[in-house]
């Protein structure tokens, strides 16, 4: 279970989960050579920065952007992300993110860059089998979710630059519509004309807002903060948005009983080109740029 969000230049996840994949933050060079599976490969690539675990050589990106302000996560999408077996021409889902990232300027090339691509099942090796996935790609600009599934890859433009897990990105949406009456402001009554009946507390307008931690509610939530915060370019301000969705530990448990949490937050300066990461049992926010 995650979060991502794009905002006001920021870019940012939570990963949740109830294991560690030995990941840590990890730098490709500009002009690295990206060897793919099926495609030959790409050389002269832009500078990467994010979180993945390196094996062989081989960085397996969970979420990183770009030098040209091009940010990418991928999320699990179980049940509903669907892979090909692998063919000539195709990106393994292992490959996503380096792929789009060592080449895309724009949310636009990423786009062009994933025009007939299927994404294949193809795994990284034995030990790491394809993780079901789905994606948000974010620029200063706009924001688009990657999912693939039976029918193929699938683009859509994410007005509300916010990502979860399932169920598919277009109920996430027309989920928000039993929200349209939330407001962070203040609320007069339309109870009844008859009772008088008035704000007890602030913050009334957000009530129903919420407050669980599954995909859809998540979703609900980090869209209605990320609406409604005031935008202040500030990475402590984005680590509180980031916040709001976060799982503490024994708040989510799994039915082996193991404990799924919020492992690490991640918050990619879009403008200045730096990564930040902040884990949970870290008390300070550390940072890499490019």
């Known amino acids: 279970m995650c979060t991502a969000i794009n905002w006001n230049g920021y870019f940012g996840r939570t990963l949740d989960y109830e294991v560690s994949f030995g990941e840590r933050v990890v730098s490709l060079p500009r002009g690295y ?12 690539s832009f500078a990467i920065v994010g979180m993945a ?29 669907y892979f090909p077996s692998g063919e000539a021409g195709d990106v393994s ?14 949310v636009s090339d990423a786009k062009e860059l994933l025009q007939g691509v299927r994404i294949a099942d193809t795994p990284f090796s034995p030990d790491f089998p394809t993780a079901p996935l789905h994606w948000l790609i974010g620029d200063k600009s706009e924001s688009v979710t990657v999912e693939s599934g039976r029918d193929g890859v699938r683009i859509y433009e ?53 407050g669980d931690w599954s995909s859809p509610s998540r979703f609900v939530r980090a869209t209605f903060v990320r609406e409604n915060t005031l935008k202040e370019r500030s990475v402590a301000h984005f680590f509180n948005i980031m916040s709001s969705v976060s799982v503490p530990k024994g708040c989510m448990a799994l039915d082996n009983g193991e404990l799924e949490y919020t492992r690490y ?5 879009l403008e200045n080109g730096v990564y930040y990461h902040k884990t949970y049992d870290g008390m300070s926010i550390e940072k890499r740029g490019f």
């Open 93 to 106: 889902a292992f490959e996503l993110i380096p792929y789009i990232l060592s080449q895309a300027e724009s």
């Open 33 to 44: 050579t990206l060897e793919l599976q099926h495609r030959k490969a790409v050389e002269g």
């Open 158 to 210: 994410n007005p509300a630059g916010v990502l979860t897990n399932n169920p598919p990105f277009p109920y996430q949406m027309m989920h928000l519509n039993c929200y349209l009456n939330l407001t962070a402001g203040y609320v007069e009554s339309r109870f009844s004309k008859g009772l008088e009946l008035k704000q007890i507390s602030r913050g009334m307008g957000a009530i129903g807002l919420p």
């Open 53 to 81: 675990r390196l094996e062989r050589d081989f960085p397996l990106f969970f979420d990183g952007m770009n030098e040209r302000g091009v940010a990418m996560a991928g999320l699990n999408f179980v049940g509903n992300a």
């Open 265 to 269: 937050i991640a918050c990619m300066d």
